[in-house]
């Protein structure tokens, strides 16, 4: 199940934004909102390649606005 359409040269391209946002630092602070990210994070159907990517690209997500978005990190990280 795709939840984006990208629209490219006028050709549209479904995608997750979870996997775009963990490849991605554009789409990472496109597809930001916490409510988002758990929902993606959450999808039983979600498959990356590498773990360790989807790991990063959250503590990167919190970094941009430590002050705010580390109260969110234990729970996007579980």
Same mark, same amino acid.
């Given at each position: 199940?795709c939840d984006v ?7 549209? /391209?479904?995608?997750?934004? *979870? !996997? ?6 554009? #789409?990472?602070?496109?597809? $930001?909102? =916490? %409510?988002?990210?758990?929902?993606? /994070?959450?999808?039983?159907? *979600? !498959? ?6 989807? #790991?990063?690209?959250?503590? $990167?997500? =919190? %970094? ?15």
């Amino acid at each position: 199940m795709c939840d984006v359409v990208l629209v490219v040269e006028g050709k549209s /391209l479904l995608a997750h934004k *979870l !996997v775009l946002a963990s490849c991605s630092d554009y #789409f990472f602070e496109k597809f $930001s909102d =916490v %409510e988002q990210l758990l929902s993606l /994070l959450k999808r039983n159907d *979600l !498959v990356v390649k590498n773990e360790y990517t989807v #790991f990063d690209r959250v503590l $990167s997500w =919190v %970094e941009v606005d430590k002050q705010r978005r580390i109260e969110y990190a234990s729970e996007l990280l579980d």
